[in-house]
């Protein structure tokens, strides 16, 4: 029932973009992503209903094909503050919620 | 201010010590849920629930337990803890699963739990 994620590690230079993948074996009711920096809680960024896709954040945007049951996490013109840990959650009756293992992203200088 | 709350942040244990773990929203938020997160395993749901007195199993329930008889609150009881059950908690809540808009999942600062 855990989504895959990949890639598992991610490393950016300041300005560069990257695209995060979240895979699931089931049908999904939604897709949400989230980030978490070291020792904090996981702050929702977005989430992506069957039948659309929604932007949360500026330069941080998402992808939800239904059919392949994926997702994707488009990050553009990484700053120093996107590094942290992202996951993907998904929910597949509406009620029952699985995260995936996450993505390490780090951005330097 | 929207907030989840926890206590104790940090607690550590002997096994076999009853303990619970609080946890209070302040939005009126029908979905509450614990997760716990462990090292190359991420956050994995151990029960949620839907609205007052309204419980389910996440994915990991085992030698967990919980109520939900007021809307803002949902602690999490373990009647038995073993050293399996040292992790990290995060306490969640949403408005609701069935919107059909967008549906913010806040989360609470986490308790982190050592059982000896």
């Known amino acids: 029932q855990q989504p895959v994620q990949s890639p598992q590690a991610v490393i950016l230079r300041e300005g560069e973009d990257a695209v995060i993948n979240c895979s699931s074996s089931?049908?999904?009711?939604?897709v949400h992503w989230y980030r978490q920096k070291h020792g904090e809680a996981p702050v929702f960024l977005m989430i992506?209903?069957?039948?659309?896709e929604q932007k949360g954040h500026e330069k941080i945007s998402a992808s939800f094909n239904e059919k392949k049951q994926q997702s994707s996490l488009y990050l553009t013109a990484s700053q120093l503050s996107y590094s942290g840990t992202y996951f993907c959650?998904?929910?597949?009756?509406?009620?029952?919620?699985?995260f995936g293992t996450g993505t390490s992203l780090t951005v330097i200088p | 201010e929207a907030q989840v709350t926890q206590n104790p942040r940090y607690l550590i244990t002997v096994t076999g010590k009853k303990l619970t773990v609080t946890c209070s929203q302040n939005?009126?938020?029908?979905?509450m849920s614990w997760y716990r997160q462990d090292p190359g395993l991420g956050l994995r749901q151990i029960y949620y629930?839907?609205?007052?007195?309204?419980?389910d199993k996440g994915d990991v329930p085992e030698g967990y337990k919980v109520s939900r008889k007021e809307k803002r609150n949902f602690p999490l009881i373990l009647e038995s803890p073993s050293p399996n059950q040292t992790s990290l908690y995060f306490c969640?809540?949403?408005?609701?699963?069935?919107?059909?808009?967008?549906?913010?999942?806040?989360f609470g600062p986490g308790t982190r739990l050592t059982v000896l």
């Open positions: 089931k049908a999904l009711y939604s």
């Open positions: 629930s839907m609205n007052v007195e309204v419980t």
């Open positions: 959650g998904t929910e597949l009756t509406g009620n029952q919620f699985y």
């Open positions: 939005m009126n938020h029908e979905y």
């Open positions: 969640a809540s949403r408005q609701t699963v069935y919107a059909e808009t967008a549906d913010t999942q806040y």
């Open positions: 992506l209903l069957k039948g659309g």
